[in-house]
């Protein structure tokens, strides 16, 4: 009997993975932040590769369930958490787009000229919310 | 006569600042007359400014008109063509490219690595998988592993489904997603650029 239900734990559980693994990948891959990068970088031709950056990633990230994962050398975080950044960045700055927040606001206001101005200004706003809520104390906590 | 035009999405001009009917389109006729309509100068970039300049099926039955006047043409392609100017051929080296790449290589693999585990602990999975364990046991002390080791070989599972391949390896011959999305995102530059090539050519 126990064993029975072991199988099905089991079941249920690689079952909850691969839906799960689907959303998230189609979420990255419907935002459109990789045709972007890679139209940015002249490489459409090495979607693939990409692609394989966003399984290990993904495999990787959930490894973390697992095993509790111990790099030696803390340095590495600098340049990790930089990448980490800039792709937080660009989803963030994605789904604002998807939900044509921008388009609309310039169409409502009937302001044709300046979104160089205002992409600036989302970045300028993003950075200091970001250093904002880690620095001040109240808003982070671990 | 008949003469088949199958304009292209775009032509990249570089360096040239004549651009020819063979360029922007391929060109089927029933007569001999092929070659003549190919070498037709159908677009001269005006001052040798780069950026983006179309042409319509329009301006290409002008042109054509103009040198065949009993010419009758159908088009088989798209309606504009988008022409992209460069002074020069720009080459970017090898190495660069190969940076570039790894750079947005390691940006997704920790983005990634980061949106899995920000999900987890958003949708509180561990929780969830207490809920599980109790659920067929009772309790919801477990040892680490009943759940996340098929929940892990899932997810793997279900990632590389979903992207068709692992490494080079295709699983199926269809394109995966991305490259889905990629063509749909070229498009739409194109589309875009055409919009804001012919809204500056009415400004004039």
Redesign the interface.
């Known amino acids: 009997m126990n064993i029975i239900?072991?199988l099905?734990?089991?079941?249920?559980?690689?079952?909850?993975?691969?839906?799960?693994?689907?959303g998230?990948?189609?979420?990255?891959?419907?935002i459109?932040v990789?045709?972007?990068?890679?139209?940015k970088?002249?490489?459409?031709d090495?979607?693939?590769?990409?692609?394989?950056?966003?399984?290990?990633?993904?495999?990787?990230?959930?490894?973390?369930?697992?095993f509790k994962f111990q790099i030696s050398n803390g340095f590495l975080a600098v340049?990790?958490?930089f990448?980490?950044g800039?792709?937080?960045g660009?989803?963030a700055v994605s789904i604002a787009e998807v939900l044509d927040v921008i388009p609309i606001f310039m169409r409502r206001s009937k302001i044709k000229r300046g979104i160089s101005a205002f992409v600036a200004a989302i970045a300028i706003g993003k950075a200091a919310g970001s250093v904002i809520y880690f620095i001040l104390p109240h808003f982070y906590k671990l | 006569m008949d003469i088949y035009i199958e304009p292209k999405k775009k032509f990249l001009a570089e360096g040239r600042r004549l651009i020819f009917i063979k360029d922007i389109a391929s060109v089927y006729c029933s007569g001999t007359s092929a070659e003549k309509i190919n070498s037709i100068q159908i677009f001269t970039v005006p001052n040798g400014a780069e950026g983006v300049y179309s042409v319509s099926f329009l301006d290409i039955v002008k042109a054509v008109s103009n040198e065949i006047p009993q010419a009758k043409l159908t088009n088989t392609g798209e309606k504009e063509v988008l022409i992209e100017y460069k002074k020069e051929h720009k080459k970017t080296s090898k190495a660069f490219k190969y940076v570039q790449m790894i750079f947005v290589f390691l940006i997704l693999l920790c983005g990634t690595a980061t949106a899995i585990m920000s999900f987890h602990s958003d949708a509180q999975i561990p929780q969830i998988f207490n809920g599980y364990y109790s659920m067929f046991f009772g309790s919801e002390e477990h040892s680490k592993g009943v759940l996340e080791v098929p929940y892990s070989i899932g997810l793997a599972v279900g990632i590389t489904v979903f992207f068709n391949h692992f490494g080079k390896k295709k699983l199926t011959e269809d394109p995966t997603p991305i490259e889905v999305q990629m063509t749909a995102y070229e498009d739409e530059v194109i589309k875009n650029q055409l919009d804001s090539a012919s809204k500056k050519e009415k400004e004039k």
């Open positions: 239900k072991h099905f734990l089991i079941l249920t559980a690689f079952s909850s993975g691969m839906i799960i693994a689907a998230i990948c189609a979420f990255i891959a419907v459109g990789v045709p972007r990068m890679a139209a970088t002249q490489t459409p090495k979607i693939k590769f990409y692609e394989t950056a966003i399984i290990l990633g993904g495999i990787l990230g959930t490894l973390n369930l697992i340049p990790a958490m990448f980490v800039i792709f937080i660009c989803v």
